[in-house]
Nanobody, 121 residues
Framework: VQLQASGGGLVQAGGSLRLSCAASGSTFSINAIGWYRQAPGKRRELVAAISSGGSTNYADSVKGRFTISRDNVKNTVYLQMNSLKPEDTAVYYC????????????????WGVGTQVTVSS
């Protein structure tokens, strides 16, 4: 499975961006796809995930502002980010085949190249 992420950039606080993650290869085997982010000096954290059936999960810090969706025909997952804050600044990574065990999510084996999101105040 190969993942191609795009859509990052520089935006002012309160603005919006949409990230895209296009999957190719053996996509039929993928369960959930999600977005992680990593800010300088911080751990990589799960931002949002969507299962093959469309169930979604969000970090508390982005609930109500970010929306994850998927187009199964195009094998693409989107992350719509609204009301962006400077603390959303990070490198965002697409990840495929995440799974959940109880309340804990575990990253899958497939990663896209990160895309930088910078939110200015």
């Amino acid at each position: 499975v190969q993942l191609q992420a795009s859509g990052g950039g520089l935006v002012q606080a309160g603005g919006s961006l949409r990230l895209s993650c296009a999957a190719s290869g053996s996509t039929f085997s993928i369960n959930a796809i999600g977005w992680y982010r990593q800010a300088p000096g911080k751990r990589r954290e799960l931002v949002a995930a969507i299962s093959s059936g469309g169930s979604t999960n969000y970090a508390d810090s982005v609930k109500g502002r970010f929306t994850i969706s998927r187009d199964n025909v195009k094998n693409t997952v989107y992350l719509q980010m609204n009301s962006l804050k400077p603390e959303d600044t990070a490198v965002y990574y697409c990840n495929a085949d995440l799974f959940q065990d109880g309340s804990t999510w575990y990253a899958g084996d497939y990663w896209g190249v990160g895309t930088q999101v910078t939110v200015s105040s």
